[in-house]
Each structure stands twice: as structure tokens, then as C-alpha cells.
């Protein structure tokens, strides 16, 4: 027997979860519905090295989605629909002036975790370094109107470009993010293209025994109309700040989260929004819940906390955790959420309390199980202005396992 012999070298890495929940109190009415869901996903990621300084890299989910043999691909979008979905693909190759990604890979993440939306997009990425700095520089195309069905628009076009200068120090680092996004796509169903700018600054760093990290986003620009109404101008400001300190097998922190919400004028002011990635709680605010329950926190008809971003929210979240042993941890955090401002007429702008308590168990390095709890007093911002309106309180009950490999 023989065969030829291949000089790619394959190394695979992943992830597979499991998540059971118990909402008792979704709409936050009196006498409603509970529900009990479970979801999962199983994430492989192969990396071809095809030779030295050249790699070819790969991204696949499959059985994405809620528990229901009824029906197999029972997940809420299009986009986690399929069994088995091959998202991203992209070339790395490394040149004397730098290292080259291109094709389709990571992107909406910058900085800190919050109000990141880590998904995929269809990049040309270059990354150098030159000292202490790295410099990075992407076009970002995120729709195409030119090849669309006839008839072929010449701009239609949603594009992004990306300039990144990062500081790395001994202990942390810094960077400012800038974007120039053109969105022209809603032409021709609507006659005006978003011209949107963004400056992100961030900071991480270490001081003795405390962690931390900081970030701005300040969004500029307007929608552009082809004729009658003009231009509208866009400005959106959010903010957020950790900080966290170990004191033996105990750490404790505390963060905040602030994004400006839609007021009166004719212009557009909305900020960053909290992003899927930042998830400070379990009810409030979390995307998971979001994702697979079918909807947010919901009550007298109105959309719920997570989906409705042009209120803005400000965010206190202080949290603690303690390593019981080298495989066992436990972690509670304290939430306070209110809106920035409030687009119903006599509408609160408290979101509510939460409180939260977490265990985690290593079953094996790569396996983990953990339960969860939490509980949210309400706030009047769900009665949505509703004059005699009122809002109960909100549990939810939840474990996950997760292996990676």
C-alpha cells in the first residue's frame, strides 16, 4: 500500500456546549407563562499550514439551535439555521512588511468585550509591527449591490475602512480605532446612504494587583439623502470602564456600562449599544436569552430591554468570585440597569435589579459544568408608559456544560 505524501499540516481546535434554562417569569406579568428551554452548539476550527508563514483557516458550526426533534433546524435566523454551517475561510500569509488576512474571518470585536458583536465579515486585513507598535489597516465589504439582481446599481454598495494604531507596554496595552463605513445599500428601495465615522479608543493595563480596562466609542456622521429631505446628522457616545483586584483565591471588580439613547431633536443620537458580546448578567441584557427564548424580557405589548437600543442604557454591574479548589469556583455579581432615555411618552427608565450567583466545576481540564441563578426585581421602564400598568419579578434557573478541545 501507498499513497502521496501531503505537506499540510491539519490541527483542529473547538468547542461544544449545552445549555438547559428555566425562565419562571418571562413577560413579567402576574399569573404568566414559564418557560424551560435547552440550546447547544458544536464549533470545529482546522488550521491548514501549508508551509512557512502560510496558513489557511477555517470556521464551522453545526447543530446550532434549541432541542426539538420535531424540528431539527429549529433555530430563530436564517443565519444559525443550518445543520451545518461553513461561516468563515480566510489566507494568512506572512511578507517582509507585515502579515496579510483575507477573505472570511473575524470581525465587530475591538478593544474590551463590551459592546462588541464578534460575527463574521469578508475582509483584506494587514497587520504590522514596528517596535512596541502594532498597525492595523482593513477593508471591509458588507454588501454588494453592483452584481445584484438587474438592475446593477454602480453604488450600492456597504463598505468599511479601518485604520488601528496599538500600544503594547509591559503590562497592557492601548489602542485608538478608526472607521469610515459607507453604507449605501438601502439604495434603491431607499433614496440615502449611511456615511457613518467611528473613534475608539481603549486601554488595558495592569497596576500591582489591579486590573484595568476602558473604552469609548464615539459614532459621527449622517444619512445622506438623494433628494427632497437632505442630510440627518448622527452622533452616538458610550463608555465603559472595569476595574478588578485578586486577594488570594478571591478577586472582586466592578464595571460600567453607558450608551446614549434617541432624544427629541430631528438628528439621529443613538450610541454603540451593549453589543452580544458583553453579557455583565443573566437576565438583563443577555444574548443568549435573547437568541433562543425567542425574545427578551417582554411585557404590555413593547419589545423587550436587549432589543431596544435607541433608549441607551446605563449599566452598574458589581461582581466577585472564589475559588473554592483548584477545579471548583463560585461567583455572584449585583446588576443595575436603566435606560438613558425614554422614547414613550410618561415611560420609567429603571430597568431593574439583578442578582446573580454562579458554580463552576472542572470535570476534566477541556470539561467544565456549570448551574446558575438569578433574580430580577423589575423596573418600571416594562410597563412601557402604560397608564394602571404593573410588573412582576423575574426568575431563571440554568446549567451548562461546555468541553473544548
Not at 85 to 113: C, H, N, P
Not at 173 to 197: F, H
Not at 272 to 293: C, E, H, V, Y
Not at 348 to 370: F, I
Amino acid at each position: 500500500f501507498c499513497a502521496t505524501a501531503s505537506p499540510v499540516d491539519l490541527k483542529f481546535s473547538g468547542t461544544y456546549y449545552i445549555v438547559g434554562v428555566y425562565d419562571d417569569n418571562p413577560s413579567l406579568r402576574e399569573n404568566a407563562y414559564s418557560r424551560a428551554y435547552m440550546f447547544q452548539r458544536i464549533r470545529l476550527m482546522p488550521v491548514f499550514a501549508i508551509a512557512e508563514g502560510l496558513t489557511f483557516t477555517a470556521r464551522m458550526d453545526a447543530m446550532e439551535g434549541i432541542f426539538d426533534l420535531t424540528n431539527a433546524r429549529s433555530a430563530r435566523t436564517p443565519a444559525t439555521s443550518r445543520n451545518f454551517d461553513w461561516e468563515r475561510g480566510w489566507v494568512t500569509f506572512k511578507t517582509g512588511i507585515g502579515q496579510f488576512d483575507v477573505g472570511y474571518m473575524s470581525g465587530g470585536a475591538w478593544g474590551t468585550l463590551w459592546a462588541d458583536n464578534e460575527g463574521v465579515r469578508a475582509r483584506v486585513k494587514y497587520t504590522g509591527k514596528f517596535g512596541p507598535v502594532l498597525l492595523i489597516a482593513i477593508f471591509e465589504q458588507n454588501g454588494e449591490g453592483d452584481t445584484a439582481t438587474a438592475p446593477h446599481y454602480a453604488d450600492a454598495d456597504s463598505s468599511a475602512y479601518y485604520l488601528a494604531p496599538i500600544y503594547l507596554f509591559k503590562g497592557g496595552s492601548a489602542g485608538l480605532l478608526y472607521g469610515y463605513i459607507n453604507a449605501a445599500n438601502p439604495r434603491p428601495a431607499a433614496n440615502y446612504q449611511v456615511v457613518k465615522q467611528i473613534l475608539y479608543p481603549y486601554m488595558k493595563a495592569t497596576f500591582g494587583p489591579v486590573y484595568v480596562e476602558a473604552e469609548v466609542n464615539y459614532i459621527f456622521g449622517e444619512n445622506d439623502y438623494d433628494y427632497a429631505h437632505g442630510a440627518v446628522d448622527y452622533e452616538g457616545w458610550g463608555a465603559y470602564l472595569m476595574a478588578k483586584t485578586n486577594m488570594g483565591p478571591a478577586s472582586i471588580g466592578a464595571q460600567i456600562g453607558w450608551s446614549n439613547g434617541e432624544d427629541t431633536d430631528a438628528d439621529i443620537t443613538v450610541g454603540p449599544g451593549k453589543g452580544a458580546d458583553w453579557n455583565p448578567a443573566l437576565i438583563l441584557f443577555n444574548d443568549d436569552l435573547n437568541t433562543w427564548s425567542g425574545g427578551d424580557l417582554n411585557t404590555n405589548g413593547g419589545s423587550g430591554a436587549n432589543s431596544n437600543i435607541n433608549d441607551g442604557y446605563f449599566i452598574i454591574n458589581v461582581f466577585a468570585d472564589y475559588k473554592v479548589t483548584p477545579k471548583m469556583s463560585m461567583g455572584a455579581a449585583f446588576t443595575y440597569a436603566k435606560a438613558d432615555e425614554a422614547q414613550i411618552a410618561g415611560q420609567d427608565k429603571e430597568y431593574g435589579y439583578e442578582l446573580d450567583v454562579t458554580a463552576t466545576y472542572k470535570l476534566y481540564d477541556n470539561l467544565s459544568y456549570m448551574v446558575g441563578a438569578g433574580y430580577l426585581w423589575s423596573g418600571d421602564w416594562f410597563k412601557k408608559g402604560v397608564a394602571g400598568a404593573s410588573v412582576e419579578n423575574d426568575y431563571i434557573l440554568m446549567n451548562k456544560l461546555t468541553l473544548t478541545f
